[in-house]
């Protein structure tokens, strides 16, 4: 169940000492998560994994919900960050080039701490309406509703709202749950293929994926017809 809200930090650290200590802390934050679980995850956990005392812990985060808030913030903000450098460095590419692009690179970032993202995305609750997976999700809908519209003339779907709303869901629950039942196939590569696949399929009716064609029959060395092939009904070959 939602929480009401997502408690901010107490206050941002300015001096350098201040950055590593908060830095230290959330980096024992996610130990602590990934080791324990969300069940037994607590601040005095984190503390002591940080080496500070609760007293410093709680000058920057509050409570528990505050440093998960935290912790959330950072993972989504690395999500991002490779999101924005993908689109500008492929933005104008062919669409192939720019689905697998970003699929690839949404794989990679979850290949970076994937039993993080593991609890964040299956214990960790919602910590209501300023939970940065919440905005993430609403930013990326946005970037992708763009992508189709600035391509209506490669894709052969017309309902853009529809198709943003599969494609988002689509890649989000496919990689989401690979990271714990597929990893074998998310580090190989073959899920960010078989996405992107799927998707360019889905958006140009089939005509942007090249399709295999059936080897053709080759005759027989009796001149006997191939294999599955009828013969003329009068028994006589074609000139």
């Known amino acids: 169940m939602p929480r009401p809200h997502a408690p901010r930090p107490r206050k941002r650290p300015v001096q350098a000492r201040s950055h590593a200590t908060v830095d230290a802390i959330v980096d024992a934050a996610a130990r602590v998560l990934v080791q324990g679980g969300y069940g037994r995850f607590t601040t ?44 500008a460095r492929v933005g104008d590419a062919p669409l192939p080039e720019v689905v697998r692009a970003l699929i690839e690179a949404n794989v990679a970032s979850h290949l970076v701490a994937p039993e993080l993202h593991r609890v964040l995305s299956t214990e960790v609750p919602q910590l209501g309406p300023t939970d940065a997976t919440t905005a993430f999700d609403q930013r990326t809908a946005t970037r992708v509703r763009a992508l189709l519209e600035s391509r209506r003339r490669e894709i052969a779907i017309r309902d853009l709202d529809l198709a943003t709303y599969l494609i988002v869901r689509t890649v989000e629950a496919t990689i989401h749950e690979a990271v714990v039942e597929r990893p074998r196939d998310l580090a190989s590569g073959a899920i960010a293929r078989e996405v992107t696949r799927l998707l360019l399929n889905y958006l140009t009716a089939g005509e942007g994926v090249p399709a295999r064609r059936a080897p053709r029959p080759v005759p027989s060395a009796s001149g006997e017809p191939p294999r599955g092939r009828r013969a003329p009904l009068n028994g006589s070959r074609r000139e």
């Open 44 to 87: 005095n956990r984190v503390a002591a994994r940080a080496g500070v005392s609760v007293g410093s812990l709680y000058q920057y985060f509050p409570n528990k919900e505050a440093l998960l808030a935290e912790l959330k913030g950072r993972h989504v903000a690395d999500l991002e960050r490779g999101l924005d450098t993908t689109l």
